[in-house]
């Protein structure tokens, strides 16, 4: 696999829950194990993923003082709870794929079924892209953990500049409530405009709905790392 080109991460020696383990016990478990990976492939690995996505703070201050970086994932597949049914599997994912706009799949290249499910993945993905390209909408982008890491490094500063303009659109929208509440007496025109139903749903209707993210965010749709083991 790494002569291929794929990440190798670490993934602990024994397979624990590493919430339930000592500082001493994380540590062995992560650097016992980069040792054997550095034996095999020639360098060590940068990435951590805690098996169970169980981790604590002790875990995070193990990784983060040994150099490593934690790496989850955000759609999982349950491949493991769907025996042999690569359709299932590869449906499962293609669907996570779209509602949440892209992510890291967890799979497991134990399981052949998953092998299969990953191809059935990629084929659609392959397929979608041409219909984006086409239609002029975002595309899908297939990369690597740590590619998919870094992407996500250099959007946070955008991603926070936007939540804190909203943020402060909400304060000073709280503001004007306030002020309306304590201010004097409408006289009749003000009450009348601010007791219609339609005028104030529209003007509430002008706004982007929850959950609508800044356009960055759905440019980078399909943005899918594939990952082995739990």
Not at 48 to 58: I, K, L, N, T, V
Not at 103 to 122: E, I, K, N, Q
Not at 204 to 220: C, I, K, T
Request: no cysteine.
């Amino acid at each position: 696999a790494f002569r291929r080109g794929h990440v190798i991460g670490n993934h602990s020696v024994t397979h624990p829950n590493m919430a339930n383990l000592s500082p001493e016990r994380i540590e062995r478990e992560v650097e016992h194990n980069s040792d054997i990976i550095e034996s095999v492939i020639g360098q060590r690995p940068h990435l951590f993923r805690p098996p169970y996505g169980a981790y604590s703070d002790d875990v995070q201050r193990v990784v983060q003082r040994k150099g490593y970086e934690l790496s989850l994932w955000s759609i999982d597949s349950h491949d493991w709870q769907m025996v042999g049914d690569a359709q299932g599997v590869a449906m499962n994912v293609i669907r996570l794929i779209g509602n949440m706009a892209g992510g890291t799949v967890l799979l497991h290249d134990t399981h052949p079924w998953s092998v299969r499910a990953a191809d059935m993945v990629l084929r659609w993905i392959a397929r979608e892209h041409r219909e984006r390209e086409q239609a002029g909408r975002p595309l899908y982008r297939v990369v690597d953990a740590a590619e998919f890491i870094e992407g996500a490094r250099e959007r946070l500063p955008q991603h926070q500049a936007d939540r804190e303009a909203e943020e402060a659109r909400a304060r000073r929208r709280g503001r004007r409530g306030a002020d309306a509440d304590g201010g004097p007496e409408p006289n009749a025109a003000d009450a009348s405009a601010t007791s219609n139903p339609a005028a104030t749903a529209g003007a509430m209707g002008m706004g982007g709905g929850p959950g609508e993210g800044p356009p960055e965010a759905h440019s980078d749709a399909g943005r899918a790392s594939a990952r082995g083991g739990d």
